[in-house]
């Protein structure tokens, strides 16, 4: 199939892309990577009478550090992040993740502020925001409000993004030094979507644990943390048997939906092993 027709704006400043946005309302879609919106365009999922381009804007692109916070702009695609010599240095964990997006073309289009705005529980930075404790700035004709990623996601394609506003910045506390990290996907070919993924980050005080923070994708209606399993870790030391009690509460969180990628009760195993193995990989990374 193909779209309906539509017309298409390339606005040259972050007002005039607002200013579209609320002069045509709900015809109205943002185009950033295009590779959600496109797709659904050409199904007549999305039917959107005007089509806004946001590829222009270099102020909504860039990575830089500012205090004690790393800022992102919402256009920066996936290989400018996996090239990013600050990410790599002070934020490995949205390196590593970003690196399992996918393929080369679609990182190389694909953007971080459309793969949030999107809402899909089955993208990859929603988790990677929660278990960094990011929070997002949202532009408006009223001007700018933050809010943090932990309640952001609202259900499946639904955010706290309102009518007329574009998410603009990410911006990310800078992970205590000598934390450990990683993200753990599942998925059956290049490519695809996660069967089951877990982002972690950890923080070690001694033998014990600090701090631990850990999301999950594609295994409800939207990206969440496994809040049980963190507050199981907190102040103990981690083992095998502690790994496996965090993999167990991961794994009573979860509520995915049987699809072609597998049923309930192998989606939520896979929860559990991939929340296993990013807690010993986040743990052997941590600075003890």
Known sequence: MIPRPFEYHVPRTLPEAIALLNEHG???????GGHSLLPMMKLRFAEPGHLIDLGKLAELKGIREVGNEIRIGAMTTENELIWSELLQTKCPLIVE?????????????????????HG???????????ALDASFVLTGERGERVVPADGF?????????????????IRIPLPATGSGY???KLKRKTGDFATAATAVILRMSGATVADVRIALTNLADIAFRATGAEQS?????????????AARLAMDACDPVADLRGDIEYKTAMAGEMTRRALATA???AVH
């Open 97 to 117: 993740g970003a690196r399992q997006i996918s393929d080369p073309q679609v990182r190389y289009r694909g953007t971080l502020g459309g793969d949030i705005s």
């Open 182 to 184: 990683c993200y753990a």
């Open 283 to 285: 743990f052997s990374r």
């Open 26 to 32: 709900d015809a109205a879609k943002l185009l950033a």
């Open 233 to 245: 870790l907190l102040g103990k030391p981690i083992d095998e048997q502690a790994i496996a009690q």
């Open 120 to 130: 899909d529980p089955g993208n990859d930075h929603p988790a990677l925001m929660l």
């Open 153 to 169: 996601f609202l259900s499946t394609y639904l955010t706290m993004l309102e009518p007329g506003e574009i998410l603009t910045e």
